[in-house]
């Protein structure tokens, strides 16, 4: 008679696995909402497994780019409306507020979800938690309160799916899709 098959249950699941196992770089492609697309570089590490099939990755990535132009001329637009407010009649038809850069530092832990395929080429989907750290300036608005406007520090939550390629026992490289969904938290740091 066949064996019973038995489910997985929490007691599988366990941090005591945890150790570092290795670490990798990785180069990325970024397209931001309302910035303008940028290129991503980032250290990504291997904590092991938490349970079967279940791996754990923290990362940390950095990319830099400038708002869209519609952006700009948005923010622009509204500088203009606070200056009409506050001083009708005395205020510039336009703005030019030139480059406004935003750039990100990205915290994050994935959970990776790895099929047993008997093969080289393997395939995970899983999901990420990250804290963005964003950055704002321009030439324009720099040494204002403008500048800290773009600031921000930002949760962020998300799918991602990807492949390893294993090209012996200690090297691979992969390829991966993710989608990040980040609300925005803004501060203001005053320097004394």
């Known amino acids: ?25 990785e180069v990325g492609w970024v397209v931001p909402w309302n910035i303008e697309p940028a290129v991503s570089f980032g250290l990504r590490g291997d904590m092991g497994f938490v349970g079967p099939h279940l791996r754990i990755t923290p990362s940390i990535r950095y990319w830099s780019s400038h708002l869209k132009d ?3 001329e948005s923010l622009a637009e509204q500088f203009i409306e606070i200056c009409n407010r506050r001083a009708p ?11 406004v850069r935003r750039s990100d530092l990205e915290l994050s832990a994935d959970a990776q979800v790895i099929p047993e395929v008997p093969s080289f080429v393997v395939p995970y989907a899983g999901a990420g938690l990250s804290l963005h750290l964003l950055n704002g300036g321009g030439e324009s ?12 520090v930002a949760p962020g939550l998300g799918p991602l799916i990807g492949v390893n390629i294993h090209l012996g026992r200690a090297i691979q490289i992969g390829a991966e899709a993710r989608f990040m969904l980040a609300g925005t938290y803004h501060h203001n740091l005053k320097q004394y």
């Open 1 to 25: 008679a066949p064996a019973s098959a038995g489910a997985q249950t929490l007691a599988d699941y366990d941090y005591e696995n945890l150790q570092f196992r290795g670490i990798g770089a």
């Open 70 to 72: 519609d952006e700009v």
């Open 89 to 99: 009649g005395n205020c510039p038809a336009a703005l030019d507020l030139g480059e």
């Open 141 to 152: 608005i720099d040494d204002t309160f403008v500048e800290d406007l773009p600031d921000s």
